[in-house]
């Protein structure tokens, strides 16, 4: 069992700068890659962010420039930081894991966090 826990969102003037953490935990043998996803009100998940083991990274086109995507292999932890944030990244914001473990290689999903971007 893997379990995902999310952190740091919340409130925000546009323009200001918000840090999310992943946590992944459990049985975890490895992680292939780790990432953030998107929920708007109104629409359909979107990905943010993504990045291997090896440290590879993939970004939306709506965030390229202004958010960053790291982890900490040895903590199972993944970070996004976001900077420059616009009303438009409004969203509950996923974090998943493709972790392997003793049984199975599957991608796990975190609770969600909140991010608001509003004056």
């Known amino acids: 069992q893997v379990q995902l826990v999310e952190s740091g969102g919340g409130l925000v003037q546009p323009g200001g700068s918000l840090r999310l953490s992943c946590a992944a935990s459990g049985s975890i043998l490895a992680i292939n890659f780790m990432g953030w996803f998107r929920r708007a009100p109104g629409k359909q998940r979107e990905l943010v962010a993504t990045i291997t083991s090896g440290g590879s990274t993939n970004y939306a086109d709506s965030v390229k420039g202004r958010f960053s995507i790291s982890r900490d292999n040895a903590k199972n932890t993944a970070y996004l930081q976001m900077n420059s944030l616009k009303p438009a990244d409004t969203a509950v914001y996923y974090c998943?894991?493709?972790?392997?473990?003793?049984?199975?290689?599957?991608?796990?999903w975190g609770q969600g966090t909140q991010v608001t971007v509003s004056s």
């Open positions: 998943t894991a493709n972790a392997i473990t003793a049984i199975t290689t599957t991608n796990y």
